[in-house]
């Protein structure tokens, strides 16, 4: 599998100079394909190529090619992006202060046991040394092989980003399962009694989402800036809270387990039928594809498999005696049950459902418990 490991470089103070020139001269080359392409509308690579290439040799002679044609590749990309976005709208062309440096196995290598890396710059070949957080120095260890590694420059401080393959990790079944509910009043809860997220979170995007109505009712210039700027805060904050509840939820749970998770288009649908508040609107865009995907990601180097369920009754059904009812559900959180009288936090409830619907679905399937995995994995 593919990982991307962040390392912080620490560049000499002669060595972040040249870094910082190259960085420039890049993002210069970056800006000249940019410009040429958006004007003549080409976002033809090689066509750019052709256009541009000698003139910026002539122009940075010390600037290694590789490096031009890096930033010609992410030129051509973003005039591809630029143009398909203009459709019926206004858009300038792409352009960039500080455009990071792609690398390749032909500009760039890592030398592992020194801990550094080996980068192309204005001044030949710099080894540059670089600091590993916990994390990624495991990674960095297992990595099989490296691919590219982008140099980035934020607030004087240098970054890399690698891309690296590690090991695919083997999934022994534990026979654990545990169900996992995603939901409003709280993001997360799953089987095992366990509560993600915190109240607080709701509050926040209460009062960002009246902080947005206010901006909109105004309608000013500044208005839709600063409305500009608070889509962007909410985004980052939603793509926070989601890497909590993922990485809380892998934790707390055992290698060799299966979480079993609801099929998320359909709970789209399922959220839409339901009639609630604006506010509750607003946060049923709260991506589930991306809070799945980031646990996905983290529960798969974990040796942890998720899967998805069919989502339909998850919520109305009894998981102590199966009665489903559209009724039982008393409120956002509470389920009681009109048959058996049972009663549960209603997210808790739909967790244990939806645990059990996989554990019936493995029953019914034939074979082993890993190959009935392989086989709902590949279902959704
Ligand atoms: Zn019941």
């Not at 998850?314 to 509470?334: D, E, M, P, V, Y």
């Not at 009663?343 to 967790?351: H, I, K, P, T, Y």
Request: glycine share 6%; charged share 25%; hydrophobic share 35%.
């Amino acid at each position: 599998m593919q990982r991307t490991i962040r390392l912080e470089l620490h560049p000499t103070k002669e060595q972040a100079d040249v870094l910082f020139q190259t960085l420039e001269q890049h993002t210069a080359c970056f800006n000249a394909v940019a410009a040429h392409g958006w004007q003549e509308g080409i976002k033809n690579g090689v066509q750019l190529h052709k256009d541009t290439y000698s003139q910026l040799r002539e122009r940075f002679p010390r600037l290694p090619s590789q490096l031009v044609c890096a930033a010609r590749v992410k030129a051509t990309e973003a005039v591809a992006s630029a143009l398909a976005l203009t459709k019926g709208k206004k858009v300038s062309g792409p352009k960039s202060k500080n455009c990071p440096i792609r690398y390749d196995a032909r500009s760039y290598r890592v030398l592992r046991e020194e801990q550094l890396v080996s980068l192309a710059t204005l001044a030949g070949r710099q080894k540059v040394a670089f600091g590993l957080y916990d994390h990624a120095r495991k990674a960095m260890e297992s990595a099989l092989s490296f691919h590219s590694a982008d140099v980035i420059c934020r607030d004087g401080r240098w970054f890399l980003h690698l891309v690296v393959t590690l090991p695919e990790p083997v999934f022994e079944s534990s026979g654990e399962v545990v169900g996992c509910d995603f939901g409003i009043t709280r993001p997360a809860v799953a089987s095992n009694n366990r509560f993600y997220g915190e109240k607080r979170w709701k509050n926040i995007e209460r009062r960002y989402f009246k902080h947005k109505r206010a901006l909109q009712s105004k309608g000013t210039k500044s208005a839709r800036r600063h409305l500009k700027r608070l889509r962007r805060k909410v985004k980052r904050f939603r793509i926070d809270c989601d890497h909590v509840v993922s990485k809380r939820l892998v934790q707390n749970t055992s290698s060799g387990s299966v979480i079993v998770v609801e099929n998320l288009t359909e709970i789209r649908q399922r959220m839409k039928a339901r009639k609630g508040s604006a506010l509750k609107r607003q946060m049923h865009q709260w991506s589930f594809a991306r809070l799945r995907a980031l646990m996905e990601y983290k529960a798969q180097a974990k040796g942890i498999v998720v899967v998805g369920v069919d989502p339909r009754h998850t919520s109305q059904a009894c998981c102590h005696c199966g009665f489903k009812h559209r009724f039982n559900r008393k409120s956002q959180s509470l389920f009681h049950c009109r048959e058996c009288g049972f009663e549960l936090n209603a997210d808790l409830n739909a967790s244990r459902n939806i645990a059990q619907k996989y554990l019936a679905a493995l029953g019914k399937s034939e074979g082993s418990g890993v190959a009935s995995i392989t086989l709902l994995s590949g279902s959704y």
